[in-house]
């Protein structure tokens, strides 16, 4: 569940895709918009296996989230409590994300990042009566957080991008399940280790007033 995709600069997302197909799991990206911008060459391929949520009949979603009365009270109590998005549109949202997920045989939703993407993702799998999981990545956990502790309370599994960011989430909602995954590596190749700092500090990233230094 993203936002849009696939999109230049968040090449971890493309990556992760990539690597769990290579394990042998079905993946199907679902966008809440088409994204207009560039995007790496080798993602030019996954454009056609895209699911956009604006695609997928509006009446078939909502009729199937009113056939089961249990899930659809486990959705609208999260879309009630959260203040982020409007509620009538966040219904919507779900709907179509449960409807996509039976319709792809999915049992899983994954969402990148912990704004409306997650807040559709959590509330969609409550509908599909599915697990759900969510990554945080930096501006949306420490710059713009919006209902965070509520979604990590809700979600089966939150994603920290490092030691630090599962600590802060965890202080946040104390009974979240939440695990470390540094992003944008080949956990074959590098691994974190302890010991003392040499110094020296290696960054890398893009010149964008919303990235800081």
Do not use: W
């Not at 936002?3 to 895709?17: A, G, M």
């Not at 911008?37 to 078939?60: F, H, N, S, W, Y």
């Not at 969510?134 to 502790?149: A, M, R, S």
Request: proline content about 8%; some cysteine; overall charge positive.
């Amino acid at each position: 569940m993203l936002s849009s995709f696939p999109v230049l600069s968040e090449t971890f997302v493309s990556n992760e895709i990539r690597a769990m197909r290579a394990l042998g799991h079905k993946v199907v990206p679902l966008t809440i918009r088409d994204h207009q911008g560039p995007c790496q060459p080798e993602d030019e391929a996954m454009k056609p296996g895209i699911q956009r949520l604006e695609d997928l009949p509006r009446v078939t979603a909502m009729l199937r989230a009113v056939m089961g009365p249990a899930r659809l009270r486990s959705a609208l109590a999260f879309i009630r409590a959260q203040q982020g998005l409007p509620r009538r549109s966040l219904l919507l949202g779900a709907a179509r994300v449960a409807l996509a997920a039976r319709r792809h045989g999915c049992t899983h939703v994954h969402a990148h990042f912990a704004h409306a993407a997650a807040a559709t993702a959590i509330a969609g799998a409550r509908l599909a009566g599915i697990t759900v999981s969510f990554i945080g990545h930096g501006f949306e956990v420490y710059g713009t957080p919006c209902d965070l502790p509520l979604k990590l309370a809700s979600a089966d599994l939150a994603i920290a991008t490092c030691a630090d960011m599962r600590d802060d989430m965890l202080a946040m909602a104390p009974g979240a399940r939440v695990v470390v995954v540094p992003c944008g590596i080949d956990p074959a190749r590098f691994r974190p280790r302890s010991g003392p700092s040499n110094g020296r500090l290696l960054a890398i990233g893009r010149l964008a007033p919303q990235k800081g230094p």
